[in-house]
């Protein structure tokens, strides 16, 4: 909803890149049930359909920000999952065609 989309830019331009993590995060959180009862084209439909009736009024849209706002997601935790995943990217790279892994990194 625009709305919404007024309100990401606002604090993107305020806060930062962070904030579309922490809007995310904030969605995941709000609609975690939905989610887990649902299947894979479930989810698909929830984020496609539901979800933006969900926060087309005004109230929702205000709350879903605050939440945001409100995430606290510690630095270290942050880098650990950063480490992680690198090093399962790395792994990933090496096990590919090394033609493939060219084309990812030049292409």
């Known amino acids: 909803p625009l709305c919404m989309v ?40 929830f984020f496609r359909v539901q979800l933006p009736k969900r926060y087309r009024a005004e109230e929702n849209a205000r709350r879903l920000m605050e939440q945001a ?9 942050l880098k650990k999952y950063e480490k992680e995943y690198q090093a399962m990217r790395e792994s990933q790279l090496q096990q590919e065609d090394p033609m493939d892994r060219y084309k990812f990194v030049y292409l």
Do not use: M, R, W, Y
């Open 69 to 77: 706002c409100n995430i606290k997601v510690p630095t270290k935790k």
């Open 6 to 45: 007024f309100h990401i830019i606002d604090l993107l331009l305020c806060e930062g890149l962070n904030i579309i993590f922490h809007v995310a995060l904030a969605l995941l959180k709000t609609s975690k049930e939905d989610l887990l009862q649902a299947d894979f084209e479930g989810a698909l439909k």
